[in-house]
């Protein structure tokens, strides 16, 4: 018997099974949720006074149940986490407290950016998780739409009119998309 009599169909050669799949969802989740808390972290050490601050506080609340949601989920599954959670814990805050030092517009630029990122991402997710995991695609959904409203307060606060707003949502997204693609492997 050939290997491709036990390969499920639609699945080459060096894809990753259905359980290593979910592993990977859950895995760079966790990771995606633990930057984004320390995003907002770095935001609040520079914005944490100013008007802004209420507003990123509230997002951060989200992130923050986000995080614990995907912590359990690897502790209950079982899911290694990925080996870079202390680049992203640095890499995290570095972009939130840069950009907020740029100005409320630029912290909400960043926003806007790694949101729409995510809403991709999430919405990948959910499209190629089945009903055998119907539960984790639930979350997957339900968080996008949060992330969704976070790039809606993004950009009802001026996230537009930051300095460079192109440029420098262009590489938010850039470093976004690179560092999923690590946590999911790393």
Known sequence: MTDTAHRPPNRMPGDPTPRQRVERIIRV???GEYGAVRIYEGQLAVLGRSPAGPVIRKMAVQERQH???????IARRRVRPTALLPLWHVAGFALGAGTALLGPRAAMACTVAVEEVIDDHY???VEH???DEAELRDTCEAFRQEELDHRDVGLAHGAEGAPGYLPLTL?????????????ERI
Do not use: M, V, Y
Not at 171 to 183: C, D, E, H, Y
């Open 171 to 183: 590489a938010i997204k850039a470093g976004s998309r690179l560092a999923i693609w690590l946590s």
């Open 123 to 125: 919405a990948r997710q």
């Open 29 to 31: 989740d966790h990771a």
């Open 67 to 73: 995080l614990d949601t995907f912590g359990d989920l």
């Open 129 to 131: 998780l089945e009903d």
